[in-house]
């Protein structure tokens, strides 16, 4: 029996507002085992790279140095937006997140103490929202049906422009560092544009799915095989910004980058949130 090993990254764009929702976790399916899943606990956030969640995190009304969680994350989003370098500070508020809070409050006129209220958060996110990001969500069309664009030298017939898009900078990463290409699945395909357009309909943000299942359970009851699996979700307003979010992340790095990965499915439906919901479905056979 083939061992089959399935590792499943995501990065969002958290919001303030959304954040009560389903937290967005990364799962490894371990060959040898029987339906039996392993929580990492990383909270995946706005830059692509991921910060540790302790379970017990809480929301407050305003954040500080030392607080942690979806928040954090969500004011380390606009900030970064917003042109600030934060190191790697990612979910946890740090150094590198004061000072840049700070220096924003000096900008914009506010008490410059470094503690996020509402009034703070209302314009870094107005401010930081700003930026590749549309104001009105653009109309979403069927997932299973969209609109294809006549083929061109090395293009995939059946692919959106926007998914041709990705599948080109996700194949130059891999050329770049000496890998193979991935090859197009149309079933795959299918399914990914399945998974971002659920994730719209029903306002979540998870690998696993309310209609659909785990990634794992969706390939097996479509009836793909492979030896090895994976899924990377992003949203964001760009095909340029979810890549290079993907890319800042070493967990969908490592996906986009895995040598035993030969065909993917790529899935992009606007709408939502983001501007854009993104699936990428990778197998090895």
């Not at 039996?36 to 990383?42: D, E």
């Not at 042109?83 to 914009?108: H, I, M, P, S, W």
């Not at 299918?190 to 719209?200: E, G, P, T, V, W």
Request: hydrophobic share 30%.
């Amino acid at each position: 029996m083939l061992k089959k090993v399935l590792i499943v990254a995501a990065v969002a764009v958290l919001l303030v507002s959304n954040i009560s929702g389903q937290d967005a976790k990364a799962y490894t399916w371990k060959a040898g085992t029987s339906n039996t899943y392993y929580s990492t606990g990383y909270q995946y956030s706005t830059g692509g790279s991921y910060s540790y969640r302790d379970n017990n995190t809480t929301t407050t009304s305003e954040l500080k140095y030392g607080s942690v969680g979806a928040e954090v994350a969500a004011v380390q989003g606009y900030l970064k937006n917003l042109g600030y370098n934060l190191g790697t500070e990612n979910g946890k508020y740090g150094y590198y997140t004061l000072k840049a809070v700070l220096d924003f409050q000096r900008k914009n006129g506010l008490t410059a103490n470094g503690r996020v209220d509402a009034r703070t958060l209302n314009l870094l996110k107005s401010a930081g929202s700003t930026v590749e990001q549309p104001t009105t969500p653009t109309p979403t069309p069927t997932p299973t049906d969209p609109t294809p664009t006549p083929p061109s030298p090395g293009q995939v017939q059946g692919l959106t422009v926007e998914e041709q898009q990705m599948l080109n900078l996700v194949n130059s990463e891999r050329v770049k560092n000496g890998l193979a290409p991935l090859q197009v699945d149309m079933e795959m395909t299918r399914l990914a544009r399945m998974k971002s357009q659920d994730m719209i309909d029903k306002n979540y943000f998870s690998h696993t799915s309310p209609t659909y299942g785990s990634p794992f359970t969706m390939l097996r009851n479509a009836g793909i095989t492979y030896r090895s699996a994976g899924e990377n979700l992003a949203g964001a307003g760009s095909v340029s910004r979810a890549h290079t979010n993907l890319m800042n992340s070493s967990g969908h790095r490592a996906n986009i980058l895995n040598s035993s990965f030969t065909h993917v499915g790529i899935g992009i439906v606007k709408g939502g949130p983001y501007g854009m919901m993104f699936t990428q479905l990778f197998v090895g056979r």
